[in-house]
């Protein structure tokens, strides 16, 4: 009887692992979130906006805060959805061979685009961001042309409110960040600040971390 159960075990284990495994896509990980990251939407919600764009609908659905948000674009590995008239939020998976990172980059229009960047493991357990994404800083932006001798701590000093955006190209797997102090300045400050700033610094995707792509 031993051997019989034996037998019959491996040949189920012979079965499931013959099982083609289907990879998780975004839509996926965009309907399992908990609510943590999607405050606004609720499952259902997410669902119904699934539904209406797989069906070639992109339908404005009713959010937790009397607004509205819509799915702007869906790929296997990419999703943006406008959460809200001055928010969305952008979902893209980095896998390797070992793993899957889901980065979230959830952006504020106002007073000026501001981005936060999150990185999660598949069970939308947040992890170590810094360590997958480092957000530049306002000093990286800034370059002092030889034999100036205006110092770039004193040129940083000018940002209060230090506001980056993020803009992530799906297709080729790279995020360019972009300053956008000039929302939070005076005029007087910002043209002060602008001769020596930087446009956009690029980050690109190795394996499952982005590197600033250096000059």
């Known amino acids: ?16 692992s013959a099982l083609p495994v289907t990879a998780r896509t975004v839509r996926d990980f965009f309907a399992a979130e908990d609510g943590g990251i999607f405050v606004s939407l ?14 070639g609908r992109k339908m404005p659905m009713g959010n937790n805060f009397g607004g509205t948000a819509v799915i702007d674009t869906m790929a296997a590995d990419y999703l943006r959805v406008r959460t809200s008239a001055s928010s969305r939020v952008e979902i893209l998976l980095a896998a390797s061979k070992r793993d899957t990172v ?7 229009m106002l ?6 960047v999150a990185a999660y493991n598949e069970n939308w357990e947040e992890l170590n961001t810094p360590k997958y994404f480092k957000m530049p800083r306002i000093q990286d932006y800034i370059t002092i042309p030889k034999g100036d001798k205006t110092r770039r701590d004193d040129v940083a000093a000018l940002v209060k409110i230090p506001t980056f955006e993020c803009r992530i190209d799906p297709a080729g797997k790279s995020v360019a960040v972009f300053p956008t102090v000039k929302g939070t300045m005076t005029v007087e400050d910002y043209n002060k600040l602008k001769p020596y700033l930087a446009t956009y610094i690029n980050y690109e995707l190795k394996n499952t971390k982005f590197k600033k792509v250096k000059k």
């Open 1 to 16: 009887m031993k051997n019989v159960k034996f037998a019959i075990t491996v040949l189920l284990l012979a079965v499931t």
């Open 42 to 55: 609720p499952h259902d919600t997410r669902l119904d906006m699934l539904d209406y764009y797989e069906a």
């Open 102 to 108: 889901i980065y979230t980059v959830t952006t504020y």
């Open 111 to 116: 007073p000026a685009a501001d981005s936060h």
